[in-house]
């Protein structure tokens, strides 16, 4: 296997490259304003000893009058870690699995080095974010190891009630799955499956990292979707779990134009030792005139592996001769896990290709790892690995060499970041999604508190209109009536659908809800039976309420359920079910008695989408940033507060959330409910976060706080009662009830409560230990007052381990939450969020060294030697430096932030290092046009030959290749608002100069401007 070498290219930079929000969030250019406040550089509150001001600190340095380096250890270089999701180990060696957090379902696309204007190849990769957002994740690579996100395709995937937590409905575990990312034509197209959201959508772009996608959605579910190009220009889809399916869509990929069902199935390959369980998740690739199929699966007794089929007939038994199955099929991956993703093609030196495998892996609780694998290709087939072993943090050697002052820069992406909340993330074009706010639902106030079921008590002397499904056999019971005089007996049951049902055609209505109950009994049987009352209208059994019924007694089972504004209710079936279970369980064939069953719509106080709940609020956070569900935009805030986040209540929880995708229909826990949770993955194995929290805006009966969490969580919290703060720590662990009592889940655990008196502000840290024991997460929470000496809170919580139930089926992530069980209205504001990899238990004493090995580094460089704004970049970061090392630190964090951001502004100046600058001229205004402000942007080539510029504003970017001598590059940038502040552009030109590829950047301002009125 041949390896990819770079590093001959002289090309600094031909494409701008922004701050990856892996390294140290977007900018953290109030790092040291935010240490400050943390008491980083402060010493304890009447000492009277303070360090300099960030202001004073700017201007010694530019007077040349602060040593840099008083505080530095001279014997330590500077050689910084590489980003904390990196297992780039800097040798031209990684270890796998990749990036050390959880991105699973990956698919991932090269731009071939002809097709961008970059002059090597790229690589994107896709993963699947299911109920968050913004969601469906781009990453940018250029070796394949190291990584960081540059977009997202949709902000939300909805804006009805389950993918926004409204009207009792979430998405948990479901949303946006296994995604697919092709490019072809200057075009990059997603195919992705959505569980519970109108089943499977296409969306595409001309510009992945800052472009808008285009939206179509199919129509259906295709379950584990794979876009796919034949080599003439076709677009299919395939997919399907148990079999391979596909779909021929339309030339223009706005919808399907014919089926192929079953092209292979597991049953073809019956008695081979690689097939079994899953079957699901092909990948197709076309690949020396053979048609690839990538897939899971996991046979009895064995663990999850890759299996590749291969014909030289993309549909298989639709085309080949005889009609029969042409796919051949081949076990080439079995080891530790690592199974589904891609086939990733590699350039080599003389136009072949390398083909190397991105699998992931299972690594719960941080989540499904995925794992770059190289492969030896022999008659046709690859095996992967060592001879197709692939160790656990086994070693493998990059396939793609960079330059050395690139790699540097490359090895501290991440995908996670620290952050400071200075709302100066970069404008991405999905931050102005545009919806229809939908019409208030038209209710017919006639079918608003009566009783919508006929024969409802059995009291006719008829069974109808009551009818039996599933086998079942339906009669009256005059024995054991639990009220009236009959009831209605429910026998000969075999599946757990067996039993009554009932037609509401038109009667339900949408955004309505209902309180729906039944009375129910068996005899015999388990100890207890759950019974769900459902509806059916086409889109999968709706469970509209349930309970336990223990034998021998009349039970009621009842809840509330509001109809979505989706659901099409023409043809419409109330039943009473079973919890499904595959084997069928006991409980499908107890008989029972039911009475008394009602469906009752109460007068309307739905919670509707609103427009200032969907547009932007004008704060933008750094791409490590998710929420959990989509946000409302009209309760969290970065400019509320200067470099603050500001979570605000905006309703109260209720305790009547339900699992929608569990058929027991368990209870969602109050932190589950609560919207406007912000999170970004957990990384592996140890992981620290710190934060800052003002909560002099909390009301009586809120929580607000900073959590580890999946369906299990622990948090540490501040909640108010009775006009009391109280500090404490509420650890939820397995098993999981379905019946809940909320306020009592999230009781503080006893040792743990702090008061906190007066105190309006705290600090609080999560030491998440995923490796005493592997395969389990236990946190450790500390709070301080002044940011400088931390007390535990009790001793580690957990274990928090992999859910079986799959409810929100991914890894652990930290959350910043707040949430109201009384009122609405309360605020906590966060000041930062400190990342570190190394946790207070771990006994390590406070470790500067590779601070001060960065703030040397960076005295030793001279600003002439580099271009302007990559120079000024480094200075804030360096002033952040001082500022923070003139004081005390309280925690790792509070190092390795400032730390992280300096050495990533210093590896990025080693890769610009200023050569021969190249003439140009820069113009940039802001603009009014139709009421809408513009930034204009112009570049003029003052070279005496043709150069390649890049325009680039906060509000989007444009390449020009080959501008003439004397000829300008223009570009009017929309803002899509009526006014724009004070800004700049940044203009990268490109040219030769006595024979060398040359890169100048050139910066210029603009004013703000309003054009309303």
């Known amino acids: 296997m041949a390896r990819v070498d770079v590093r001959g290219r002289s090309q600094v930079e031909a494409r701008p490259r922004r701050l990856p929000g892996s390294v140290v969030g977007t900018g953290f250019l109030k790092l040291a304003g935010v240490l400050h406040r943390a008491g980083a550089r402060v010493l304890p509150e009447g000492s009277g000893r303070r360090g300099p001001s960030l202001a004073l600190v700017g201007v010694l340095l530019c007077a040349g009058l602060l040593s840099v380096g008083g505080h530095a250890n001279a014997g330590v270089a500077w050689s910084p870690e590489p980003g904390y999701t990196s297992t780039d180990i800097g040798d031209g060696r990684y270890s796998v699995p990749l990036l050390r957090s959880d991105v699973p379902d990956i698919s991932v696309e090269r731009v071939p080095a002809a097709e961008n204007d970059e002059g090597r190849d790229i690589y994107y990769m896709i993963s699947t974010t299911m109920h968050l957002s913004p969601g469906a994740p781009i990453m940018k690579s250029y070796d394949l190891v190291n990584w960081s996100i540059v977009n997202y395709v949709f902000d939300r995937a909805s804006i009805g009630d389950s993918f926004s937590l409204r009207n009792g409905q979430n998405s948990y575990g479901q949303g946006q799955w296994a995604s697919s990312l092709r490019y072809r034509n200057g075009v990059f197209y997603v195919a992705f499956n959505t569980n519970n959201l109108g089943g499977a959508y296409t969306y595409r772009t001309d510009d992945i990292e800052d472009g808008a996608w285009q939206r179509t959605a199919l129509g259906r579910g295709l379950h584990d979707p794979s876009l796919f190009f034949d080599i003439d220009g076709t677009p299919y889809v395939f997919y399907g779990s148990g079999g391979t399916s596909a779909v021929r869509l339309n030339t223009d990929l706005t919808a399907i134009a014919q089926d192929y ?20 998740g092909a990948q197709f690739y076309h690949i020396d005139g053979y048609y690839y199929a ?20 993309l549909l298989g038994r639709y085309t080949s001769p005889g009609g029969v199955n042409s796919y051949e099929a081949r076990g080439v991956l079995n ?178 809800t209902y309180t729906v109950s039944a009375k129910v009994k068996y005899a015999s049987g388990p100890s207890s039976v759950r019974f769900n009352l459902a509806a059916d209208w086409g889109s999968g059994v709706q469970v509209m309420a349930s309970g336990s019924v223990p034998v021998g007694q009349w039970t009621t089972v009842s809840g509330q359920y509001t109809v979505p504004t989706t659901a099409n209710l023409d043809n419409v079936k109330f039943a009473v079910e079973t919890p499904w279970a595959n084997p069928q369980p006991p409980s499908s064939s107890v008989e029972y008695l039911i009475d008394d069953v009602s469906i009752i719509g109460q007068p309307v106080t739905a919670e509707q989408p609103a427009e200032e709940e969907i547009v932007s609020n004008g704060s933008r956070l750094d791409m490590a940033w998710q929420w959990n569900h989509a946000p409302d935009n009209r309760y969290w805030s970065l400019t509320d507060r200067d470099g603050w986040l500001r979570l605000t209540t905006g309703k109260v929880v209720t305790g009547r959330y339900v699992y929608t995708k569990l058929s027991n229909r368990s209870e969602l826990a109050w932190f589950e409910e609560a919207r406007n949770t912000l999170s970004q993955r957990t990384f592996g194995p140890r992981q620290s976060v710190e934060t800052k929290m003002d909560i002099s805006g909390m009301k009586n009966g809120d929580v607000a706080g900073l959590a580890a969490y999946n369906r299990g969580f622990s948090y540490v919290a501040v909640k108010r009662v009775g006009d009391a703060n109280t500090l404490g720590v509420v650890n939820r662990g397995q098993p999981f009830a379905v019946d809940l009592d909320q306020a009592t889940l999230e009781n503080f655990l006893p040792g743990t409560t702090v008061p906190l008196g007066d105190a309006t502000e705290v600090y609080v840290k999560a030491d998440l230990d995923f490796a005493s024991p592997a395969g389990q997460l236990w946190t450790t929470f500390y709070y301080s007052l002044d940011g400088l000496t931390w007390r535990q809170l009790g001793g580690r919580v957990g274990p928090q381990t992999l859910d079986g139930s799959l409810a929100h089926f991914m890894g ?60 000024a970049a480094m200075q804030t970061a360096l002033a952040a430096a001082l500022t923070a090392r003139a004081g005390e630190f309280g925690t790792q964090n509070q190092i390795d932030a400032p730390e992280r951001a300096l050495s990533y502004q210093l590896a990025r100046l080693g890769m610009l290092r ?100």
Request: with cysteine.
């Open 261 to 280: 069902p079953n092209i292979f199935t597991a049953n073809d390959y019956a008695g081979q030792p690689f097939i079994g369980g899953l079957f699901e």
């Open 294 to 313: 990538v897939i899971i699966t996991w046979p009895p007794g064995q663990g999850r592996q890759v299996v590749m089929f291969r014909s030289p007939h």
């Open 335 to 512: 080891s530790n896990g690592f199974a589904q993703g891609s086939l990733v093609p590699i350039s080599r030196e003389g136009g072949g290709t390398d083909w190397y495998g991105m699998f992931f892996r299972d690594t719960f609780p941080v989540g499904r790892i995925p794992a770059l694998i190289p492969a030896r290709w022999q008659d046709g087939w690859p095996t992967f690995g060592n001879n197709g072993v692939v160790p656990v943090d086994g070693l493998f050697d990059k396939p793609i060499d960079l330059r050395p002052a690139e790699d540097l820069v490359e090895r501290q992406r991440s995908i996670v970041a620290s952050d400071d909340f200075s709302n100066d993330a970069p404008h991405k074009a999905y931050m102005d999604e545009e919806w229809t706010i939908p019409e208030p639902p038209d209710i017919d106030e006639s079918l608003i508190g009566v009783e919508l079921l006929e024969n409802a008590g059995f009291e006719s002397g008829a069974v109808g209109p009551w009818a039996a499904q599933f086998g079942a056999t339906l009669g009256l019971d005059e024995t054991d009536p639990a009220a009236g005089s009959a009831a209605l007996r429910v026998s000969d049951r075999t599946v757990n659908g067996s039993g009554p049902n009932q037609f509401v055609n038109g009667k339900l209505q949408r955004g309505v």
């Open 812 to 871: 652990h992530r930290v959350g910043l939450f707040n949430y109201a069980t009384l009122a609405t209205g309360g605020r906590v504001d966060f000041d930062y969020y400190l990342l570190s990899d190394t946790l207070t238990a771990q006994g390590q004493a406070l470790d500067r060294n590779d601070l001060d090995a960065a703030v040397a580094h960076a005295e030793a460089l001279r600003e002439a030697d580099y271009p302007a704004d990559a120079w």
């Open 914 to 1013: 200023a050569a021969p600058g190249l003439p140009v001229t820069v113009t940039v205004q802001a603009r009014c046009l139709a009421g809408r402000a513009y930034v204009a942007v112009q570049a003029r080539n003052d070279h005496d030959r043709p150069v390649d510029i890049v325009l680039e504003t906060g509000y989007g970017m444009r390449s020009f290749v080959d501008v003439v001598p004397g000829a300008s590059a223009y570009q009017a940038f929309g803002t899509r608002a009526t006014s724009v502040t004070a800004g700049s552009a940044t203009v990268r030109v490109t040219g030769s100069v006595d024979g060398e590829d040359v890169t100048t950047v050139r910066t210029g301002e603009h004013p703000g401007v309003h054009c309303a009125g």
